[in-house]
């Protein structure tokens, strides 16, 4: 039985501590192939470590998340986008999801949702935003 695959994922967060701490979270079961702390670099990363799944802090330096959303899809549009905020309104998730993200998890439930929203990205081979 052939083993399944560790998503390769690319982690974009303006906080080092958070860029850490999502690190610990998922390295058990994914492959971190780059880190980025500023929304400017994201693009070049995904490029060059090219990730399964890129992680997106919605409010990141120099370029925000929804605009690094948008660049990522038109370039890369294999790759899945599951945005990072601690601003969970409707209106933002319209928004994201509109853009084309994957799922949008509020930093308040990273622990409990975000690994198992990489899993379903891994495994949505039509890329339908779904959260």
């Known amino acids: ?27 058990p079961e994914c492959d971190v192939v780059a ?11 995904c490029h060059s470590s090219q990730p399964d799944v890129v992680v997106l802090d919605l409010n990141m330096p120099n370029v925000g998340g929804l605009d690094v959303c948008r660049q990522l899809l038109q370039t890369v549009p294999q790759v899945r986008v599951i945005l990072l905020s601690a601003d969970t309104s409707a209106l933002v998730r319209e928004r994201a999801l509109s853009l084309g993200a994957f799922a949008v998890v509020a930093k308040q439930q990273l622990t409990d949702l975000l690994l198992s ?13 779904r959260y």
């Open 1 to 27: 039985m052939k083993a399944e695959a560790r998503p390769r994922v690319l982690l974009a967060d303006d906080y080092p501590g958070i860029v850490v701490a999502l690190e610990r979270l998922l390295s």
């Open 35 to 45: 880190t980025v702390t500023d929304g400017g670099g994201v693009s070049e990363a």
């Open 117 to 129: 929203r990489i899993k379903e990205a891994m495994h949505d081979s039509a890329g339908t935003p």
